[in-house]
């Protein structure tokens, strides 16, 4: 198979919103490369009439060796990784809470977005066989995961379950730094309401020593 003809069928297939193949030659760059480390190689060249000559590649032995490994590692071990959405969360403090919930409340609505998309591709994927689909069913239900947490966290930012105030973090700030044990009290008195003033930076948890 061809790079182009490689690229065609990962938009047709839909594989396109698990690998970025936007640009074109990003597939050609990924071929050189696989190319190099002998991971695939050249299997035949073809010209069709009035169209550039193409170069069709096979895996290798060593390439199928690779690809085996990468399974077994990818499905049995969850590999670390770094989203940046909890990092986000780890400084929502910066924010004033009803700021924080604003912000929320569009990230909500763009995972009902991308739920509904995915919906209405399953529903003209229907008579696809499923082994074929497990992919989007793991994206829906780790979209739909989040939306419920993230629903759950604006309840409690509303009703003030969860909540902060400038004068409360530094309080927080102040018992961390004298080496207090963590603050059991999760939200800021209610009565203090919101801080008008930028609050303080986000308080960071001790390592507890063992």
Do not use: C
Not at 55 to 62: F, L, Q, R
Not at 115 to 123: C, E, N, V
């Amino acid at each position: 198979m061809h790079p182009y003809r490689m690229q065609q069928l990962i938009h047709q297939r839909g594989k396109d919103k698990l690998v970025n193949v936007a640009q074109r030659y990003s597939v050609y760059q990924l071929i050189d490369r696989l190319r190099r480390d002998g991971l695939i190689t050249v299997a035949a060249t073809g010209r069709a009439e009035r169209r550039p000559e193409r170069t069709v590649y096979a895996i290798t032995p060593a390439g199928r060796r690779t690809l085996d490994r990468w399974l077994a590692t990818i499905l049995s071990q969850p590999p670390r990784e770094f989203p940046d959405f909890p990092a986000a969360l780890s400084f929502v403090t910066l924010l004033q809470p009803q700021q924080a919930a604003s912000l929320l409340e569009a990230r909500t609505q763009a995972l009902t977005d991308r739920l509904a998309a995915l919906d209405a591709d399953a529903a003209l994927a229907s008579q696809v066989a499923r082994v074929f689909l497990i992919e989007d069913e793991y994206q829906r239900a780790m979209l739909q995961a989040e939306l419920d947490w993230v629903r759950a966290l604006l309840d409690d930012l509303r009703t003030h379950r969860l909540d902060w105030n400038e004068a409360w973090l530094r309080e927080q700030a102040a018992a961390f730094d004298a080496g207090a044990p963590e603050a059991k009290s999760e939200a800021a008195p209610a009565e203090s309401g919101a801080a008008e003033a930028a609050p303080a930076a986000p308080v960071r948890r001790q390592r507890r020593t063992r």
